[in-house]
Structure formats: C-alpha cells, structure tokens
C-alpha cells in the first residue's frame, strides 16, 4: 500500500487518517484479535499453573512451565524473521497461530508434567512465529506516524482478558479442573485467522523492497537459533539439577549459548551500544525481570498468604489496564521527544513494583498493598514496552524490519529463559520446590516452604530492572 502525506487509499483529501479509518480498520481488528488471545492464554494459564503444577506433582519444575515457553520461541523468532523478509508476515502467522492452538490442547491432556512443558514449547514455536510476524505487518501495513498508535492497541488489548482471565481461569480450574483453561482456549484461534488473513494478504503480503532477490533462507541463523535454544535448554536443567555433575550441562549450554546470542543480536548490544543494540538489549532486561515476578505471585500468594487461586490470579488484574495507559501515555504527539525520558521513568515504576512485592511475606502487609505496586509496574511497562517498540520500527530499514523484530523479541525471550533458569535454581536449593498448593488451592492444607526463596527471586529481578534505568539513557542514536 502506498502512503503519501499522511493520507492513505479509503481516506478523502483533509480527512485525518487513524487506525480506524477505512484502509486500517479491518486489519487493526485482526491484529489486535490476535493480541487478545495471546492476552488471554497468558492471564489464564498463568493463573492456572500452580494448581497444574501441583498435580503433576511438579512444583520443582514450576519454572520450566515458563521458560519452555520462551526457549522454543527464540527458534520460531528467528524463523519468522527471516521467513518474513522472503514472503512477508502472512505465511508464518497462520503456521504460528496453528502451533499455538497445538501446543495448548497437549498441555491440556498432558498426564505428567513434563508433558505439560512439552506443550508449553510447541506454544513457544507458534509464539514466537506470531509475534514477529505481527511487529512486522505493522511495519508494512501503517505509516510512521501510525505505529505508536497500534502499539498502544495492542497494549490495550490486555485490559479485558487481564480482569477476566483470572477470574474465569480461577472459577474453571476450582469447578472443572485446571485443564479446561487450556482446552477451551484454541477453540478462540479461529476468529482471529478469519478476521486477520483477508486483510493482512491484501496490504502486506510478499517480499519487501530491496528483499526480492533472497530466494532462501540463511540456514545458518536457523542453526544459530537452535543452538541458543538447545544451550538455554541445559542452562536451565543444570539449574534444576543441582548437583556437582551439572556442571557438565551447564558448562555445555553456555558454550553453544554464548557465541550463537552474539551472532544473532545487533553488533554492540551486550555494552548496551547506543541506538538500536541498546534498544534491544533493554526490551530483554524489563521483560525479563517483569515477567520473572510476575511468574512467581500467584505461587507466593497461594503458598505463603493463603489465598485461593482465583484470588491469587486477581491480584494480576488490574495491570493490564494500567499496562494499558502506559503505552497509550507513549502513543501522544507531544511524548515523541521525551522517549528516552520516559522510558527511564517506566523502568523506574518497574522497580519500585518488583522490590515491593516480597514484602507481602510479612503477613501484616495487606496483599492489596502489592496489587497497588504491580499496577504501578504495569504502567512503567507499558510506557517502556511501547516506546521501545516504536524506536526499533524506526531504526531498521524495510528489508531488515523482519531480522531486527526477531532480534528484539529473542532479547525478550531469552532474558525470560536464563532469569528464569537463574531464580528457578535459587527457588529450588532454597526450599521452594517443596512448596504445595493443597488439596483446596490454599497453603492452609499445604506446605509453606520457604519464604526467603521468594525474596531471592523478587531481588534478582529488580537489580535487572533498576540496571535498566542506565540502559535507558542510551536509546538515542549518535
């Protein structure tokens, strides 16, 4: 589709163009769809895990429930770039949306629970396809100053299933089981492959300019990828197992790991580089440290406080709608030159809800005290997630939109699976993976464990998000 001064086909001449407007609106409805049932599938299952975890009689192995998932995406990731940069998003979103329903339905009939990792990382596969897939159609399909509007979109797409999901995941898992939460949701992929698929082939479908030429993929990245995924992998059984002999693993994951992320993410972005490498480096460190506490509250909250699990799962609620207002915040006009300033302030909010959350150990601290503190995180999130969203659209050239996405979610992905790994090994030598959510859901008729292995994993993440903070100040290409 061609644009020309801020006026696209379906708009008349004067008329204000927006992502509503006629030539967006369909496409807008299918993508942010999508975003819904990714949104959905995530507040749900999360709410759902520790009673799926306690079941399977895998509580030890309660972290890997999570970082499957992002381990296997690093690999659909770099897939869906390239297959992106060859044949545009079309292809890979449909084959993605397909692995994800795949992956939901064998978590749902898995009878221990490494089978329930297993389907955890075929999700990974087709998330990992979807969402690069999705930041490239938007690449594609809207103008510059349409972008920061659709992010926010796609943030406020979290509102709904982030007040709901719990609550429909916490009633489902205490009256039917826990694995209707993840059979009832691929029955949702259908409407967002109906809805999406018209309008995506007709405005960004194919190869982009300056791509036509490359007619296969670089199998080389493919082997890259896997050999981050394969490394991350026994990082994390090495953390797991922890015994003198897991060195060998250990030592074996860092090796293929190390070299193949270099290779993989832009030139400089391990010495946060200005520009793009720190852009890239910082969506890793505040998803990576947000998304390991998150992990951990309704496990903290069932086992240490007594809550139910819908409860547990409601304390995640009102983050989607500050999420929300955080990336609508960053989508303003009279934001765009103070990016990098609100960027630092969002990873500032970030913090500040991480350090908080052990503190509702002490049972004289009200659990609504922590629901205060995520909803802060949660803005800081959506004003940082955003943003650093925007800045990589703007910094990759169309034909390498494609690899540079999936370098920005791999960072996502792979901070996901080492902190993880890192605080799941600590959880576990700490006493955490004797923790029981009892036969009510409620740490009343189960096992406590110990408290301190929580604290670790709440002080690791913020020390990850306060580093942030630095990071942030180098977003501006000299």
């Known amino acids: ?44 299952v999360g709410t759902a895990m520790p009673v799926a975890a306690d079941e399977l009689n895998g509580i030890s192995l309660y972290a890997y429930a999570f970082s499957s998932f992002f381990t296997t995406s690093l690999v659909g990731m770099v897939a869906s770039g390239q297959w992106c940069d060859r044949r545009g998003p079309v292809p ?22 490494w089978i329930l990792v297993l389907g955890r990382a075929v999700q990974g596969v087709g998330g990992g396809l979807v969402i690069v897939a999705l930041y490239v159609t938007v690449s594609r399909a809207y103008p510059e100053e349409l972008r920061p509007t659709v992010m926010a979109a796609f943030a406020a797409s979290w509102v709904v299933p982030s007040i709901v999901g719990p609550l429909i995941s916490g009633t489902v898992t205490e009256h039917l089981g826990w694995r209707w939460v993840f059979l009832g949701i691929p029955v949702l992929v259908v409407l967002p492959l109906a809805v999406m698929m018209p309008p995506l082939r007709r405005r960004a479908s194919g190869p982009p300019e ?44 860092a090796a293929l790991l190390v070299p193949s992320v270099r290779a993989l993410l832009p030139r400089g972005t391990f010495r946060a580089a200005r520009g793009l490498p720190a852009v890239v480096l910082l969506r890793g460190m505040a998803a990576g440290s947000y998304i390991v506490a998150e992990s951990f509250v309704p496990l903290m909250l069932v086992t240490q406080r007594g809550l139910s699990v819908t409860m547990a799962g ?38 500040f809800g991480i350090a908080y959350a052990p503190l509702v150990l002490v049972h004289s601290v009200p659990v609504w005290t922590l629901v205060v503190a995520l909803t802060l995180s949660c803005l ?19 034909e390498e939109t494609g690899r540079n ?22 959880f576990a030598a700490l006493g955490g993976g004797s923790v029981s959510v009892g036969a009510t859901h409620g740490a009343s008729e189960g096992t406590a464990g110990q408290p301190a292995a929580f604290v670790v994993v709440y002080l690791v993440s913020a020390a990850v998000a306060a580093l942030g903070i630095l990071v942030g100040g180098r977003l501006r290409a000299r």
């Open 1 to 44: 589709m061609k644009v020309v001064g801020g006026i696209g086909e379906g708009t008349g001449p004067g008329e204000k163009v927006t992502v509503l407007s006629g030539a967006y609106r369909a496409l807008t409805f299918g993508i942010v769809s999508v975003v819904l049932l990714i949104a959905f599938e995530a507040t749900a």
């Open 92 to 113: 890979p979103l449909a084959t993605g949306i397909v692995a994800f329903g795949a992956g939901l339905v064998l978590s749902g009939t898995a009878a221990s629970m």
């Open 210 to 253: 300056g791509a036509e030429n490359e007619s296969r993929p670089d199998s080389r990245r493919i082997r890259l990828a896997l050999a981050v995924a394969l490394g991350a992998g026994l990082l994390q059984y090495a953390g797991q197992d922890l015994r003198l002999l897991s060195l060998v693993p250990a030592l074996a994951g």
């Open 314 to 351: 409601l304390t995640l609620a009102a983050g989607g709608a500050s999420w929300a207002l955080g990336s609508f915040l960053q989508s303003r006009p009279r934001m765009e030159p103070h990016r990098e300033r609100l960027v630092r302030t969002g990873m500032a909010l970030v913090t």
């Open 380 to 398: 800081g999130m959506g004003m940082v997630i955003s943003s650093l969203s925007v800045l990589l659209l703007r910094l990759s050239a169309p």
């Open 405 to 426: 996405s999936a370098a920005l979610q791999m960072s996502d992905s792979l901070s996901n699976v080492l902190l993880l790994a890192a605080t799941g090994a600590v």
